[in-house]
């Protein structure tokens, strides 16, 4: 099995956004998952 992980900031994500949207209408995507985590990277 394959998976792809996209991690898209709230803030200034749209070109990864427009990636994650063009894997997902070439590939058949058979379970997706959505987080919201927030903190900060030291």
């Known amino acids: 099995m394959q998976i792809q992980i996209f991690t ?3 803030i ?3 070109q ?3 990636e994650m949207n ?3 209408r070439t590939h058949k995507v058979l ?3 959505s ?3 927030s903190g900060t990277i030291r």
Do not use: S, W
């Open 22 to 24: 063009r894997f997902l």
């Open 31 to 33: 379970q997706t998952e």
């Open 8 to 10: 898209i900031p709230i």
């Open 16 to 18: 990864i956004n427009d």
């Open 12 to 14: 200034g994500g749209e």
């Open 35 to 37: 987080q919201l985590v």
